[in-house]
């Protein structure tokens, strides 16, 4: 646990940012875990209640685990978006990193009050509202006035003890089909994300990162980003790699034969996010101490 927090402070002072991807199946893990190994930087693995109730929460931290054993660069597990106690307390006795805690569906105050009784590990906590689903989206209802404020992340953190915080700041699960086609961009609140980093003092996640455009990335990482999550970019590039695989190989059944290609098309979006991730062009921004 200790681990993965001072990697993530060692990113903040580099000015650049650890990437977290979900990942459902064997095939996303792996080209995860290459592109990581490929340009010796650490990465976060993310599995959600419905991908661990699919692949097994014991299963997956026993993947994560084999992978360590031949890692150049550290690989750290997180159970994203984790709603009841129960399913936290799984996901750290299989030996997951870190706990994304998310009661941002609560009223605030209940929202603080079951996140302070979940602090065991590595928590992150998450207020605003940032939509449900990792998926494609024809249109998204307007939360622009669901966006975390400075006063709030503040007191959610002084109050919970959390060691990370998941603000909303512009930042929305999923994708919109005009996001798929590259002629909209996601754009955050960056104003916003330098107010809550002052305020809070506190490690920053950016959720819903999939179609943001890359120069808001560069600046929400300036401005007090530590954590970027991917989602519905390798889910596409997942799809896309299966269509064409099949495309190319139409008689194929083998699927050692097949899977390779939706890899290698997974492994183009994650080497793309990581290089970005980790080469910042803006000059990082000064930070007070974190909040302990």
């Known amino acids: 646990m200790q681990q993965l927090r001072s990697v993530l402070e060692e990113a903040q ?19 995860v875990f ?10 976060i693995v993310g599995a959600s209640e419905g991908e661990r109730a699919y692949l097994g929460v014991a299963q997956i931290a026993a993947l994560v685990r084999s992978l360590r054993e031949e890692q150049i660069v550290p690989i750290f597990l997180n159970a994203d978006h984790t709603h009841s106690l129960d399913s936290a307390i799984a996901a750290a006795k299989a030996g997951f990193d870190s706990i994304v805690y998310d009661l941002s569906a609560l009223p605030f105050d209940e929202n603080v009050k079951k996140t302070r009784h979940g602090v065991a590990i ?44 998941a603000p909303a700041v512009g930042n929305t699960h999923g994708m919109l089909q005009t996001m798929v086609q590259g002629s909209v ?44 999550h991917i989602n519905t970019e390798l889910r596409l590039a997942w799809r896309r ?46 930070q007070p101490g974190l909040h302990q």
């Open 34 to 43: 290459a592109s990581a190994q490929e340009l010796k930087v650490p990465v």
């Open 185 to 228: 961009k996601k754009r955050l609140d960056l104003r916003r994300i330098r107010e809550i980093k002052h305020a809070s003092r506190s490690l920053l996640t950016l959720h819903g990162g999939s179609g943001t455009d890359d120069h808001d990335f560069q600046d929400a990482i300036a401005a007090g980003i530590n954590i970027i």
């Open 241 to 286: 790699g299966l269509e064409a695989a099949f495309a190319k190989k139409p008689r194929e059944i083998v699927p050692y034969k097949l899977l390779p290609i939706a890899e290698e098309s997974i492994k183009e979006v994650v080497l793309d996010r990581l290089r970005l991730f980790n080469q910042p062009e803006r000059q990082p921004l000064a």
């Open 13 to 31: 002072s580099n000015g650049v940012a650890v990437g977290h991807f979900n990942i459902s199946d064997w095939i996303l893990l792996k080209a």
């Open 122 to 165: 590595l928590v992150e906590g998450e207020i605003g509202n940032i939509g449900t689903g990792s998926e494609i989206h024809e249109s998204v209802p307007d939360h622009s006035k669901d966006l975390s404020t400075p006063e709030e992340a503040k007191q959610f953190v002084e109050s919970t003890g959390v060691d990370i915080l």
